[in-house]
């Protein structure tokens, strides 16, 4: 789970508008749990814009959100909420809490993919270690490319057979050495990054966003 502090808030239209002390990774769509700001601001909202600039309300006719582009206001963050307006106001009391918890895969998954059979206890331990590390990794990447997914339900087939693979090459990692020079004085070793094939399955050969 990742925290942070807060150092603004403001609440119009039933909309509020906080801005953390530091950029954070908080996505569109994602919940967050916000607390020490008082009520109406504490609770679990989803986050429904990222505005970086100060926040006037909405349109009355079409809803949209309304921003005065001549005050820039970093690391924001709105979220619907149902209380009296609340003037712009620094506030460092408040924290904002989100956590990812991606479950495209499972370590079955793993463990069939890379055949190994039955596993052993240990083995399964670990089985599930890649696995957990490998749906966020890969979640988070799709995110950093400007994919927008459910972190409960993969976007798709390809997607969760590189989700799968990834996991599996966390699982072979294991006891492996890749960084020291051989002894026959040939060039120090090194790890690779994801394979093509893995980046074409996850579809983040290139962001999708500029």
């Known amino acids: 789970m990742a925290s942070y502090l807060t150092a603004s808030k403001q609440l119009v239209d039933n909309y ?43 349109n009355d006719d079409t809803g949209a959100f309304i921003y005065d582009y001549t005050r820039p206001i970093p690391n924001q963050l709105l979220y619907a909420c149902t209380g009296s307006d609340v ?6 009391a408040g924290t904002v809490s989100y956590t990812q918890t991606c479950t495209w895969i499972s370590a079955t998954d793993v463990e069939d993919w ?9 083995d399964t331990t670990f089985l599930t270690t890649c696995a ?15 994919f927008f997914d459910s972190l409960t339900t993969v976007p798709s087939t390809d997607v969760k057979l590189g989700t799968i693979m990834y996991g599996g090459a966390l699982y072979r990692q294991r006891g492996s050495i890749t960084d020291f020079a051989s002894f026959d004085g040939m060039s120090t070793g090194a790890t690779g990054g994801l394979s093509p094939i893995i980046k074409q399955l996850l579809g983040v050969n290139r962001p999708q966003v500029a």
């Open 16 to 58: 509020a508008c906080l801005s953390t002390l530091e950029s954070t990774e908080i996505a569109l769509g994602e919940s967050v749990t916000v607390t020490g700001l008082g009520a109406p601001f504490n609770g679990t909202f989803t986050v429904l814009a990222l505005p970086q600039y100060f926040f006037q309300g909405t």
């Open 87 to 92: 003037d712009w106001v620094v506030s460092f």
């Open 132 to 146: 957990a590390a490998a749906n966020l990794f890969c979640y988070r990447r799709r995110q950093e490319c400007g």
């Open 114 to 122: 890379i055949g190994i059979g039955t596993a052993t206890a240990a």
